[in-house]
């Protein structure tokens, strides 16, 4: 049986978020599995558990359990509960590249239409790309100096 006290940190599932409340469910899942947080063969909690966790309604929980297995993410045993599939992770990573790349696609395509050279492009890029100074990294810098 599935474990009913798993307990998923999937953050906010709202309707005053953007997208169905049940593709808010498949995102976070999938989020947690590229996250390495669900491994190959951890179970899911229950519909029931998940739609109290979460406050949504059973029928929610199951369209996004139905589309995660749909995907491959998750299968699902009768009487034991939904799993996270052994490939369940690359198929979710494979889904983020493919986002990543038309991501990319559009942006080149924008950068093109608004007269943006590639050297251009490729330094804005690089610029976005640098890692935020944070108040831990500026203090971490800090207690090395001499």
Known sequence: MADSSA???????SAAASGPLYQQIVDGIKREVLANRLT????LPSYRVLAEQL????IT???AYE????EGITFSRQGLGTFVAA???DRTRADR?????????????ASREAGISDRELI????DEMKPELTETTVEAVRGSAP
């Open 67 to 70: 589309e995660l297995e749909r």
């Open 87 to 89: 490939r369940g992770n």
């Open 97 to 109: 590249l493919a986002t990543a790349r038309e991501a990319l696609r559009s942006a080149i395509h």
């Open 123 to 126: 330094q804005m890029l690089r």
């Open 61 to 63: 929980v199951k369209r």
């Open 7 to 13: 307990i998923l940190q999937l953050g906010p599932v």
């Open 40 to 43: 190959a063969g951890s179970a």
């Open 55 to 58: 406050l949504v309604s059973l």
